[in-house]
T-cell receptor, first 112, second 115 residues
Framework: DAGVIQSPRHEVTEMGQEVTLRCKPI?????LFWYRQTMMRGLELLIY????????DSGMPEDRFSAKMPNASFSTLKIQPSEPRDSAVYFC??????????FGQGTRLTVV | GQQLNQSPQSMFIQEGEDVSMNCTSS?????WLWYKQDPGEGPVLLIA?????ELTSNGRLTAQFGITRKDSFLNISASIPSDVGIYFC???????????????FGKGTKLSVKP
């Protein structure tokens, strides 16, 4: 298995633009998590899905952030409009029924 | 919100020394996980703990799930330069109804090893 695949690896965009981050979880895993990592705040949970259904989105900072999981093999995290303070590394992680999370390599987002 | 208190925040040690770090919480968890993150990469699982009191080793690494289920520690024996990185603890609860809850991370311990 190729592991969790995130794209793009790097994204530089201008303030106000829409940004879409993509994640392909490991086949057969039934939970998917989106995290944001910054120096100041560490790894923050944004939202997680169980069996494609959003369970807890209390970590999503604002209405500018939205996440979808239309099927078991794909999820997106969208920021519209983006702001400089959204600059961070965004990680997707997938989890089998019980236990450890497997992380993707992350998307480094820079909003200028 | 839920928090994990991880300490120390950073460590600067000599090669060959042993390392100890821990995580505590006011909440009870049913899973404790320890990860290592190298620069530019995602966290990679080191050890997973599923039962209170469980002590698990992975090479030079040993981790324990605290009896109270509110804490865990990670030890690294005889550190080497490639142990450098950021180590994260993570805890997971069970939701009502039995499904797995969210996975909460500590802020990390940055380890530096001097040859």
């Amino acid at each position: 298995d190729a592991g969790v695949i995130q794209s793009p690896r790097h994204e530089v965009t201008e303030m106000g633009q829409e940004v879409t981050l993509r994640c392909k979880p490991i086949s057969g895993h039934n939970s998917l998590f989106w995290y944001r990592q910054t120096m100041m705040r560490g790894l923050e949970l944004l939202i997680y899905f169980n069996n494609n259904v959003p369970i807890d989105d209390s970590g999503m900072p604002e209405d500018r952030f939205s996440a979808k999981m239309p099927n078991a093999s794909f999820s997106t995290l969208k920021i519209q409009p983006s702001e400089p303070r959204d600059s961070a590394v965004y990680f997707c992680a997938s989890v089998p029924g019980q236990g450890q999370a497997f992380f993707g390599q992350g998307t480094r987002l820079t909003v200028v | 919100g839920q928090q994990l208190n991880q300490s120390p925040q950073s460590m600067f040690i000599q090669e060959g020394e042993d390392v100890s770090m821990n995580c505590t919480s006011s909440s009870i968890f049913n899973t404790w996980l320890w990860y290592k993150q190298d620069p530019g990469e995602g966290p990679v699982l080191l050890i997973a703990l599923y039962k209170a009191g469980e002590l698990t080793s992975n090479g030079r690494l040993t981790a324990q799930f605290g009896i109270t289920r509110k804490d865990s520690f990670l030890n690294i024996s005889a550190s080497i330069p490639s142990d450098v990185g950021i180590y994260f603890c993570a805890g997971r609860k069970m939701n009502y109804g039995g499904s797995q809850g969210n996975l909460i991370f500590g802020k990390g311990t940055k380890l530096s090893v001097k040859p």
